[in-house]
């Protein structure tokens, strides 16, 4: 019996090369029980001018399908669905069923949401002002490609299958301890460096081991909004300490404080940079009250408008800063690689913990990463994303300027955003909005400020827009300003 050419549809839906979506397409037919063991499928030649495809697509497909026994292929009679290929079940699911269970009793634990909204469509819009999302044309796909492959290969196979407990991939550690964290000041060894999922489960398992419902945490004011609910959730008493245009004022962080998270170098939102005096008052302050700082760096590799200095963590001789690092912006991120850096006992804590949660990031990720950076491949996409970026950010500086904007925080050393003042009164949640109906996208600032938060702060960022297109989405932004 040979399967109808009318059950041979392309989903438009589907992703991937037409090769891949006609194998998704068979496979899901046999899957799903439409195609049954032993039934002829139509020939390449029929099925290709069915699809409007070529013959060879049809072929190769057809071959892959081979190789995984969902097909057979009996020379001059054709192609057939293989005797052994996956069976659908023989059972029909259950009815659909609704919980009766009452979840606001039950739920003892309810984390409060990522605090920044960002639309899963912005790549549509023609000016996404968005912080944190990647541009294709800066990333070098078909080198990241290659390394996938090469960390795919047979000699990496351990590196990729194996349950690696709670340990790191030992290419990706040396990477880091001899070639990243040096250009940050900071010298470390394998047993204080801790691969995470990103930067935010990076500050996550930090707040977990130094946190308790008796504990003291200050945050900065504005902030990384996940970081003060990550920090809300440990039952810890948080102080926001408002920033000034050099960072956290350590004169402001109250006594008897045990924890204090601040991002020194690129402060978040606003871009400020601290100074070396208030970074060495910091720590002199941080050992004479004995409280552990953890210092997020996360954008160290933008600097474009100069030299950034070196990182908190590298003038400490106490042992009392914890370093968090990300990949995020530097490669992608959908990547979801960042790192601790800190004392053993730190480290062993927060390893056990992690262990505990998700073993260890997956192999397969940590060797790509680590051959992509060890080939050269990461510091040239650095060096392209710090051009765009301080073009783009020249273009974005004059736009602002042209049109009576001002930037409330200025960085030294560059980024991938600014931190704008709009006038007083200006609702900037609902100015969004309202620039949504004109394709600009922008990230209000109200989130990232505790308690009463002032209405008339902006961040635009420009790693995701190119720079002809700038211009004309701050004159957007300012026309729709001008008319609230």
């Not at 039934?39 to 190789?67: N, Q």
């Not at 720590?283 to 200095?309: K, N």
């Amino acid at each position: 019996m040979s399967v109808p050419l009318d059950l041979f549809r392309l989903d438009p839906a589907t992703e991937g090369t037409l090769q891949q979506r006609i194998r998704q397409m068979v496979a899901q037919g046999i899957l799903a029980g439409r195609f049954r063991s032993g039934e002829r499928l139509p020939s390449s030649r029929k099925l290709a001018v069915h699809l409007g495809v070529s013959r060879i697509t049809v072929t190769l497909a057809y071959t892959d399908l081979v190789a995984d026994d969902y097909v057979t292929s009996a020379g001059r009679s054709g192609y057939f669905v293989s005797d052994s290929a996956p069976q659908p079940p023989d059972f029909l699911p259950g009815p659909a069923t609704a919980s009766t269970v009452d979840w606001d009793s039950v739920l003892h634990t309810r984390p409060a949401g990522f605090g920044v909204t960002k639309p899963a469509d912005w790549a549509r819009f023609r000016y996404p002002f968005i912080y944190g999302q990647p541009d294709p044309a800066l990333f070098d796909t078909a080198g990241w490609r290659l390394c996938a492959l090469q960390a795919l290969g047979k000699r990496d196979f351990n590196a990729l299958a194996a349950d690696q407990y709670d340990g790191d991939d030992p290419k990706l550690i040396d990477f880091l301890t001899r070639q990243i964290l040096p250009r940050r000041g900071i010298t470390a060894t394998p047993d204080e460096v801790l691969i995470t999922l990103g930067a935010q489960n990076a500050l996550w398992l930090s707040a977990q081991v130094l946190l308790t419902p008796d504990s003291h945490a200050v945050t900065e004011d504005p902030c990384y909004p996940a970081l003060r609910r990550i920090v809300q959730a440990t039952g810890a008493r948080l102080s926001p300490v408002p920033v000034d245009p050099d960072g956290l004022p350590p004169d402001l962080i109250p006594k008897g404080a045990n924890v204090v998270f601040t991002t020194p170098s690129h402060q978040c939102p606003t871009t400020t940079t601290m100074p070396a005096a208030r970074r060495r008052a910091l720590l002199a302050q941080a050992e004479r009250d004995g409280f552990i700082v953890v210092e997020d760096d996360y954008e160290f590799e933008m600097a474009f408008l100069g030299p950034p200095q070196p990182a908190l963590k590298s003038h400490d001789i106490d042992g009392r800063v914890i370093y968090v690092g990300s990949f995020s912006k530097s490669l992608f991120p959908g990547l979801r690689l960042g790192y601790l850096v800190g004392p053993p006992p730190f480290i062993a804590a927060t390893r056990a913990l992690r262990a505990q949660v998700l073993r260890h990031p997956p192999g397969q990720i940590q060797r790509t990463a680590a051959y992509f950076m060890s080939l050269g491949h990461y510091d040239a996409r650095v060096r392209r994303m710090k051009d765009a970026y301080h073009s783009r950010r020249r273009v974005l500086d004059q736009a602002l300027s042209d049109h009576g904007l001002s930037i409330a925080g200025s960085g030294v050393y560059g980024g991938s955003s600014v931190w704008v003042r709009a006038p007083d009164g200006t609702d900037t949640t609902q100015l969004a909005r309202t620039l949504r109906d004109r394709d600009v996208l922008i990230e209000p600032g109200a989130p990232f400020f505790a308690g009463a938060a002032p209405t008339n702060f902006i961040r635009l960022a420009y790693s995701s827009i190119e720079a002809p297109r700038i211009a004309e989405g701050i004159a957007r932004i300012a026309a729709a300003l001008a008319t609230r």
